[in-house]
């Protein structure tokens, strides 16, 4: 894959702030911050997917896609809710968010956004410089 000009290696990965912040829900008398926790997850380790992808071929990225699926099909409960293949399906679904934020306009789910190149409707180009989504620079993380 290549990437393009405009954002750095890791590409664009924002918090979506059209996103309203869900309300928190209680289960069980604990605090269940589920999409605080994802974001923060993919916020960090999506980039360097996308960094990672930089010079995979179609190949790669089909067997990825394809590994991908695969975990979040047959373990997505454990995402959500725990269970011994929590850390793969995590890591599968930044793999997924990491290979579509190479599709045009990038991508945008559970209130995150990456992309690999600047486009209309960018949510990384409307945060201020200095947003916990940004680097140091102002410039996409
Ligand atoms: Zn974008």
Known sequence: MTVRKGH???????LDPDRPRPSRVRRGGRDDDFDGRVQLYLIGVVPLVIAELRNAGIGEVVRLRVEAVHELGS??????????????????????????AHADGGVTA????????????????????????????????
């Open 8 to 14: 750095g290696p890791s590409g664009c990965v924002v």
């Open 75 to 100: 373990h997505g409960d454990d995402l959500q809710y725990g269970g011994r293949h929590q850390e793969s399906s995590r890591r599968a679904l930044a793999t997924a968010i990491g290979i579509l």
């Open 110 to 141: 559970f209130g995150v956004h990456a992309c690999t190149g600047p486009h209309e409707g960018c949510p990384g180009a409307r945060l201020p410089v200095g947003s916990p989504a940004t680097s140091g620079d102002g410039g996409p993380i």
